[in-house]
């Protein structure tokens, strides 16, 4: 069953969404869930949580790419399991992440909810410039939880070919985003 046939069915509330759903998605969305998470049963917890947050957000929207919906989903479910899991003490991978950002974006103090959206689109913006293998090497790492080295066999870069190319696009889009904010 294809994604459009899968939507229809959510947009009827044919229960049988979430089992073609499953058919089709499980397996790629655990391995996602376990990019984030350590723990199997908080994976599957993860995808459990996207499959019904799919459920009671479709409709009203109608995803142009199911997965791509599904994934975000499930991230958000996985980012929330490791906030409430590390309350006290923060993961070192998404506090090296959090830092590595943290240099691209100015003045993160002032980030209100329409300023969100708008670095959002900014991001999305810069990461239309980049060619697809420097694209690939930025949504890895900052969207996907990816390590250096799981990058680095999956493009056949060396570590050290995507840790320079990761430094060079936060300074790039540090200076994308100065350059935007001045124009406003």
């Not at 100015?106 to 694209?135: A, H, M």
């Not at 056949?156 to 990761?166: A, I, P």
Request: with cysteine; aromatic share 8%.
């Amino acid at each position: 069953m294809n994604d459009s046939n899968i939507i229809n069915l959510y947009l009827n509330r044919d229960e049988d969404a979430i089992s073609e759903t499953i058919k089709c998605y499980n397996g790629r969305l655990l391995r996602f869930a376990t990019r984030f998470l350590s723990d199997q049963r908080d994976a599957e917890e993860c995808v459990n949580d996207a499959y019904a947050r799919a459920w009671n957000t479709i409709p009203p929207t109608r995803p142009e790419n199911l997965f791509a919906y599904l994934a975000v989903l499930c991230r958000n479910s996985a980012l929330d399991v490791i906030k409430k899991n590390t309350a006290q003490k923060r993961s070192v991978q998404l506090v090296e992440l959090t830092s590595e950002m943290n240099e691209c974006i100015p003045d993160q103090n002032s980030l209100s909810d329409d300023r969100t959206e708008e670095l959002g689109e900014c991001i999305n913006e810069y990461l239309g410039t980049l060619p697809r293998e420097k694209r690939l090497v930025f949504v890895g790492r900052y969207w996907y939880n990816e390590s250096i080295s799981d990058i680095a066999k999956k493009t056949g870069f060396s570590q050290s070919k995507v840790k320079t190319m990761l430094h060079r696009m936060r300074e790039e889009l540090r200076e994308f985003i100065e350059r935007k904010e001045r124009e406003l």
